[in-house]
């Protein structure tokens, strides 16, 4: 059964219709598995048929729709009757599609996965025991391996530094490195659970993201209300990668990156914690901006650093509490450390 839903958010500031498939039919589970889907029509199948194989059945499944073309919502809807699906209206994005199927679970636990990926078989079970038992614990990330060269790392969970950069921890290096469970500033959306009553306490994924560092400024948010973001090497998953944008460098991911990275930075840190990274800052971003002009693409990086700027006067500001400094404090020391772990590689 269908139901048409109108709904007006105050976020995003605008109203639309979204079509929700079979919410009446879910099951009192532990852990919804929300994931985004834009003419995934090549992903899908290989997703959802791995959540079919897991050992752990514990979770109802929401695939969010951003308005494909490509005929893959049908498919889904056809051939995988177990799944809610969520169709928007228009492409809003994987910030806002992810809030969607958020907003409608009412389970324990958020797993996010992104449909170009293949998770192993104890994917959910892995990632419940990571995290259950563990009520300082916001988010985990997953052990995330190239499809293509399943030997190595495509993600172990991300750092942010005081050079303004956020990256994936691991990136192209050998899997046998990442074994232990480890602290990490943030988990990879891509891959990951969280514990659904703290997006109450800290706020949904920011839509003005679009896509890109959305989870670096969750990930942000619990940690300056004290939560640990945590990475397991025990649940495993294959990632294509770039199955949104297209490839790893294009215009689109870049202009974005570069004007959510002014975001994260304006909404997350106070004005004294600006200031005091302030010459790393410049310094990151123009190691950048040389970087990506290099590669052909500085108007590009540019463009979304001025597009960043004006973001930075439309955007909320994460309210910033004295009760807090500690924690302020103890990211900031962090920072530090990872510019370290980045230049030394």
């Given at each position: 059964?269908?139901?048409?839903?109108?709904?007006?958010?105050?976020?995003?500031?605008?109203?639309?219709?979204?079509?929700?498939?079979?919410?009446?039919?879910?099951?009192?589970?532990?852990?919804?598995?929300?994931?985004?889907?834009?003419?995934g029509q090549s992903y899908n199948e290989k997703c959802l048929d791995a959540l079919r194989r897991q050992t752990c059945q514990d979770?109802?499944?929401?695939?969010?729709?951003?308005?494909?073309?490509?005929?893959?919502?049908?498919?889904?809807?056809?051939?995988?009757?177990e799944v809610r699906l969520i169709r928007l209206s228009q492409n809003f994005g994987f910030s806002r599609a992810v809030n969607e199927g958020i907003r409608i679970a009412d389970t324990e636990y958020i797993i996010l996965l992104n449909n170009d990926t293949e998770a192993t078989d104890t994917f959910v079970e892995k990632l419940l025991q990571a995290i259950?038992?563990?009520?300082?614990?916001?988010?985990?990330?997953?052990?995330?391996?190239?499809?293509?060269?399943?030997?190595?790392?495509?993600?172990?969970?991300?750092?942010?530094?005081?050079?303004?950069?956020?990256?994936?921890?691991?990136?192209g290096r050998s899997k046998e490195r990442y074994s232990k469970?480890?602290?990490v500033f943030s988990a990879c959306a891509g891959a990951a659970i969280y514990r659904r009553a703290v997006f109450e306490a800290i706020g949904y994924f920011d839509e003005f993201h679009f896509a890109y560092l959305e989870d670096v400024d969750v990930?942000?948010?619990?940690?300056?209300?004290?939560?640990r973001n945590v990475y397991t090497p025990d649940a495993v998953v294959y990632h294509f990668g770039s199955g949104f944008s297209g490839s790893r460098y294009n215009s689109f991911k870049i202009r974005l990156a570069a004007r959510n990275s002014w975001y994260v930075i304006y909404k997350?840190?106070?004005?004294w914690q600006i200031v005091i990274n302030l010459p790393f800052l410049l310094f990151g971003f123009g190691v950048k901006a040389i970087f990506f002009i290099c590669k052909g693409y500085g108007r590009e990086y540019l463009s979304g650093m001025k597009r960043g700027y004006l973001m930075c006067t439309q955007g909320k500001k994460y309210p910033?509490?004295?009760?807090?400094?500690?924690?302020?404090?103890?990211?900031?020391?962090?920072l530090w450390v990872n510019m370290f772990r980045r230049i030394l590689g």
């Open positions: 059964m269908r139901y048409m839903i109108r709904m007006l958010y105050s976020d995003a500031g605008d109203e639309t219709t979204i079509d929700v498939m079979g919410i009446e039919t879910m099951e009192n589970k532990k852990v919804t598995v929300i994931i985004p889907n834009y003419n979770f109802n499944t929401v695939v969010v729709d951003n308005c494909s073309d490509d005929g893959s919502a049908d498919f889904i809807e056809e051939k995988y009757p259950e038992g563990k009520p300082d614990v916001f988010s985990v990330a997953a052990k995330m391996l190239q499809m293509a060269d399943p030997e190595k790392i495509d993600g172990a969970g991300d750092l942010y530094c005081a050079f303004g950069w956020a990256f994936a921890i691991g990136k469970e480890c602290n990930g942000y948010r619990a940690r300056i209300m004290g939560y997350n840190m106070p004005f910033y509490s004295s009760r807090l400094f500690k924690n302020y404090v103890k990211i900031q020391l962090e």
